[in-house]
């Protein structure tokens, strides 16, 4: 069964810094992988899907890598801002989608 | 596009009672709809997927008699917390797949459920 694990389990940085959040998985055979963004009480919004034949997507500040075959995706955000304060979910694709327990991420003004 | 609306957004209601949430895509046809729990602090589970006209698939451990999933038509799908505990408290989260988009699925914006 694919597992899911996302470091650190929390982050507390000062705005203006660049920040890397890890997300590793179990089973290599995966269709695609993709980062969302959960703000307190609310739903899901998604960052990057990332497809297994690729290796990164980058969209403005955030840019995620793949490498499927050590089971691991990294999330980027550069210039990090207060604004960016929220729960990061990795969430793999394989029949289904599993996600891990989510980075939470505090920028400090 | 690929809007998806859930029903109540939050709920509050006494132990041993039953609550429906409904899940709706609303600009496009959902074949497949899937369930999701979240505790406080934790991350997403799969409960439940669903397909339109036929009985849900339910994860291991979850029981398909207190949690009623049905997906009558190509734009809703509902589920059922019957006899509700405290322990039931929790977020609910939709999402649904169109096979014309792949396997992408589009999330619900989430029921906060309490029980009493």
């Known amino acids: 069964k694919q597992e899911v694990t996302q470091i650190p389990a929390a982050l507390s940085v000062p705005e203006g810094e660049n920040l890397v959040l890890n997300c590793s998985f179990t089973?290599?055979?995966?269709?695609?992988l993709q980062w969302f963004r959960q703000d307190p009480g609310k739903g899901l919004t998604s960052l990057l899907l990332?497809?297994?034949?690729?290796r990164e997507q980058t969209s403005g500040r955030l840019n995620a890598s793949l490498d499927k075959s050590s089971g691991r995706s990294t999330l980027y955000i550069a210039a990090s801002q207060p604004g960016d304060s929220a729960t990061y979910l990795c969430?793999?694709?394989?029949?289904?989608?599993?996600f891990g327990a989510g980075t939470r991420l505090t920028v400090k003004p | 596009g690929a809007v998806v609306s859930q029903h109540p957004s939050w709920v509050i209601c006494k132990s041993g009672t039953s609550v429906k949430i409904e899940c709706r895509s609303l600009?496009?046809?959902?074949?497949?709809m899937f369930w999701y729990r979240q505790f406080p602090k934790q991350s997403l589970m799969l409960m439940a997927t669903?397909?339109?006209?036929?009985?849900?698939?339910?994860e291991q451990g979850v029981e398909k008699d207190k949690f009623l999933i049905n997906h009558a038509s190509l734009t809703l799908s509902t589920l059922t917390v019957t006899s509700a505990h405290p322990e039931d408290s929790s977020f609910y989260i939709c999402?649904?797949?169109?096979?014309?988009?792949?396997?992408?699925?589009?999330f619900g914006p989430g029921t906060r459920l309490t029980v009493t």
């Open positions: 669903s397909n339109e006209g036929s009985k849900a698939t339910y």
């Open positions: 089973d290599s055979a995966i269709y695609n």
């Open positions: 990332i497809q297994s034949s690729q």
């Open positions: 969430a793999v694709w394989d029949n289904d989608m599993r």
């Open positions: 600009d496009f046809q959902a074949t497949t």
């Open positions: 999402s649904a797949r169109e096979p014309q988009r792949g396997r992408e699925q589009y």
